[in-house]
């Protein structure tokens, strides 16, 4: 039997969920005609705040469940039952993690059969992190059958955002005109718009081999295992990006669960299971004792040490879930 807040959702029609109080309002922007807008609860999981008001509200549990692997940018749901995740970042494409953090949502998602899609910017030259996160997708498509979609627009270009916020919000306007409460599987499915979408992924990946920007620097891959380098060393301030451990408390580990999953993806997995690999993963931190006696001594292993005291410290748990073994500096593969 269903409970009150069950009751309640089965008739609300179109929600968004979204994970800060600025995703509403590119909520909005999308979809104009929500009967709802949430954003997330900081630390408190499937709790949201309710518009214009202090009342919390507990999500649907398959929007609990989409968040398994942090919570994408906006969840929109259909009588309580979700039937798109989006990510959308303007974060430089530099380095590019941000996009490549971003992917263990996009999975998560993947697993659930649930359309995700990701509006993020790409500069002339492909970077290899851009690149890899969108081979990424293509070969989590592959796998799970599920679109999962990069649409890019051109760094520092305005007139190029909004062309493809544009589009963006034409792809999901086609799974709305698919919804009601007995299709909702047709909106989850691949359309025809995604065909386009699908050819200009593999199109910017093809840039990116030719361009040689397409490297495995971090990782050393063998014929039965890769070793996933991670050069974190625990300095309380980096000069070049002003951030560290007197700036972030999340032990900097925010990209790493996502290069696990897309070297993953790229090099090893071959079905939809964790287990599903045809070389095992090693994550090694390379500069990281695994022991300290005091913060002082390196506040990375010391915040990883007590990682496991809270659930809150989403990035290790996951790194954990992702890996096959870890291992740390001076230490050899098990």
Request: aromatic share 12%; proline share 6%; glycine share 4%.
């Amino acid at each position: 039997m269903m409970n009150d807040l069950q009751k309640t959702l089965v008739a609300r029609g179109f929600e968004a969920w979204c994970d800060t109080e600025h995703d509403t309002e590119d909520a909005k922007k999308l979809y104009s005609n929500f009967e709802n807008v949430f954003f997330r609860v900081k630390g408190v999981d499937g709790e949201y705040h309710m518009p214009n008001s202090t009342k919390r509200i507990k999500a649907p549990p398959m929007v609990t469940r989409l968040c398994e692997y942090e919570h994408p940018d906006i969840i929109m749901t259909f009588n309580g039952e979700p039937f798109f995740s989006i990510e959308i970042t303007n974060a430089t494409p530099f380095s590019g993690a941000n996009p490549v953090q971003r992917f263990p949502r996009a999975v998560k998602a993947a697993e659930l059969g649930i359309p995700n899609i990701e509006l993020a910017p790409w500069i002339s030259n492909p970077t290899p992190a851009t690149a890899r996160g969108v081979r990424a997708r293509l070969k989590l498509m592959e796998i799970y059958k599920s679109p999962s979609l990069s649409i890019l627009f051109e760094y520092n270009n305005d007139k190029s955002f909004v062309k493809q916020f544009n589009f963006l919000k034409k792809r999901i306007e086609t799974s709305i005109n698919l919804l009601d409460e007995e299709e909702i599987e047709a909106a989850k499915t691949f359309l025809p718009i995604d065909e386009e979408i699908i050819t200009h992924m593999k199109e910017f990946c093809q840039r990116a081999q030719e361009s040689g920007n397409e490297s495995f620097h971090q990782v050393e891959i063998k014929e039965d295992y890769i070793k996933i380098n991670i050069d974190l060393t625990g300095r309380r301030r980096y000069e070049d990006t002003k951030t560290g451990w007197e700036t972030k408390g999340t032990g900097l580990l925010d990209p790493y669960p996502g290069y696990i999953l897309a070297y993953d993806f790229i090099l090893c997995r071959t079905g939809p299971k964790i287990t599903d690999r045809k070389r095992k993963i090693f994550v090694h931190f390379r500069n990281l004792p695994r022991t300290v006696e005091s913060q002082e001594d390196n506040p990375a292993t010391w915040w990883i040490m007590r990682a496991k005291e809270s659930k809150g410290y989403i990035y290790w748990n996951l790194i954990e879930k992702f890996s096959d073994g870890i291992i740390f500096k001076d230490e050899k593969l098990p």
